[in-house]
């Protein structure tokens, strides 16, 4: 573990951070719940989920492990985290081959970017609580099937499962801003609420 962003700060090294390939909305979820336990003492500690999509479930974001020519990807819908502490806001993406965490100016810059021309590819940003997320969250994974078979192995653990066992990954991908769970930002709002 290293703690060197902050000194009250406790950050958790890549290395020591669940991760299964394809399943990013559950490596956040283990992610937030372990920067949660390892600064529940931590003063003035803000942690939000992030959830990229839009109304076409087509999104990009570049240098992204996964991707081609600078790292562009194009996803059905993308999930990193933020954590905010005392004049600091770093991102954990845990599919990036930029640093981990990277400041939020640098990911805004280097993986966010900007907009396509094209409409229909603009992007959206629900931003989550963290705790909400980690008490709530709950998937049975039956996305992630096609034809009887995975589209991706899963991870080694159960499926996340909140207390009324019901799969809401949908309500968190959907950017409807009517929809629970948290307020929906354009890319400019959401600049501008974590620059």
Known sequence: MSSEQ????????????????????????????????????TPNMKCYVIFVSNYNKCVH????NSGHNEGLMFWDYHVFLIVQHLDQTLVFDMDTRLPFPAPFSQYAKEAIREEFKES??????????????????????????????????????????????VHNLDNFIS??????????????????RFS
């Open 175 to 192: 950017m409807d801003p009517s929809n629970e769970f948290g307020p929906v930002l354009n890319l400019e709002e959401f600049k501008a």
């Open 6 to 41: 902050s000194s009250s700060l406790v950050i958790p090294q890549k290395s020591d951070c669940m991760y299964t390939a394809c399943y990013c909305e559950e490596n956040i979820w283990q992610l937030a719940k372990l920067i949660l336990e390892l600064n529940k003492s």
């Open 120 to 165: 229909h590819s603009k992007r959206y940003f629900k931003v989550v609580d963290a705790d909400v997320y980690v008490a709530q969250f709950s998937s049975d994974r039956n996305h992630m099937i096609e034809d009887d078979r995975w589209m991706s192995p899963p991870p080694p653990y159960p499926p996340i499962l909140n207390e009324a066992k």
């Open 61 to 64: 974001l570049w240098n992204q």
